[in-house]
């Protein structure tokens, strides 16, 4: 297990410091000094950064089996998925491009990891727990929408009700049902693939 405390934590610090110098290139490189609080770092694929610092302090088995559960099904979803759509991880300047897509390569890599030494966390109850921690990160992320929105353009985890859903498919459903239905359906459809992939793993490690 402390092996595997040392991998999360490199992988958070590596995350971290890269992260922090994404911001800075986005502010100072490519926004003339003025914060884009579009690029603030709490999306679902940001997530996974702050678990990974999270796991390598945290001695509760539960807690923690719930923190792996969220990499290797939320945040391999999160990684997969964005391969779906490119057009958000493309930057004016290359590294940051270059960047965007190593992190979502990392996502899908520690969702892997995580599944394969996740093997006695892959139970219906770990996965609840999963996913009230992805219903609690909504939360914020609405609160922080909502917060942040006199400031500049903020959209965490693409669920503000102030802007119009741009997920591919979603927003032809909120531009049939209302915007606000499009965002309840965009989560309960993250939800139904975090389930669909936990599944999987609850196969593979039963096999």
């Known amino acids: 297990m402390y092996k595997h405390k040392k991998f999360f934590l490199y992988c958070g610090l590596l995350m971290l410091l890269t992260e922090l110098w994404k911001q800075w290139c986005l ?10 609080w579009w690029y603030f770092p709490f999306q679902l694929c940001s997530i996974p950064m702050y678990i990974c610092l999270l796991l390598s302090f945290i001695s509760s088995i539960k807690i923690r089996r719930v923190l792996i559960t969220f990499l290797m099904d939320y945040g391999l979803l999160a990684g997969i998925f964005t391969f779906f759509d490119t057009s958000g991880l493309h930057h004016a300047y290359l590294p ?91 989560i309960c459809a993250a939800i139904t693939g975090a389930y669909l992939l936990h599944l999987l793993w609850m196969r593979i490690c039963s096999s």
């Open 27 to 36: 502010t100072y490189r490519l926004g003339g000094g003025q914060y884009n």
């Open 96 to 186: 940051l491009t270059l960047h965007s897509y190593a992190w979502h390569v990392l996502l899908i890599l520690l969702g892997i990891y995580a599944g394969c030494i996740n093997k006695d966390a892959a139970s219906f109850r770990d996965f609840t727990g999963a996913t009230a921690v992805y219903l609690s990160c909504c939360l914020i992320a609405t609160l922080c929408n909502l917060a942040f929105y006199p400031y500049g353009t903020i959209n965490m985890f693409y669920i503000s009700p102030r802007y119009p859903m741009t997920q591919k498919v979603f927003r032809h459903i909120a531009l049939l049902l209302g915007n606000n239905a499009g965002i309840a359906v965009y």
